[in-house]
């Protein structure tokens, strides 16, 4: 299952650092079944937005802010890639970029 999850991790990684270098920014990390974005220029109120538009789209995003506890909220994202197969992860990926591009 590690060499399905490092394949998992890398795909979205890549995607994250190609499609959404102007909005997000990758925090590195080798371990674990999520990846972490923090936001470039967005508040948080407008990344629980396209989280929002990307649940409507089958597309489940954690929003960083959700998980302040006691400070300023950060804008950011949590991408889950545990339980998604492999082959379905670009879709999701282009499903959550369109969320973005229709960013009011």
Same mark, same amino acid.
């Given at each position: 299952?590690? #060499? ?6 890398? !795909?979205?990684? @890549? #995607? !994250?650092?190609?499609?959404? #270098?102007?909005? /997000? ?7 674990? /079944? ?5 936001? %470039? %220029? ?9 989280? %929002? %538009?990307?649940? @409507? ?21 949590? /991408? ?17 970029? #369109?969320?973005? @591009?229709?960013?009011?």
């Amino acid at each position: 299952m590690s #060499a399905i999850y490092r394949k998992r991790h890398q !795909i979205l990684a @890549d #995607a !994250i650092s190609r499609d959404f #270098a102007e909005h /997000l920014e990758l925090i590195p990390s080798t371990t674990g /079944l999520h990846l972490t974005a923090l936001a %470039r %220029r967005m508040s948080a109120d407008q990344i629980a937005a396209i989280a %929002r %538009r990307a649940a @409507d789209r089958g597309v489940a995003v954690q929003v960083l802010s959700n998980f302040a506890v006691g400070a300023i909220p950060r804008a950011g994202v949590m /991408l889950g890639y545990g339980a998604i197969p492999t082959s379905h992860i670009e879709e999701g990926v282009h499903l959550l970029r #369109a969320c973005f @591009d229709s960013e009011p």
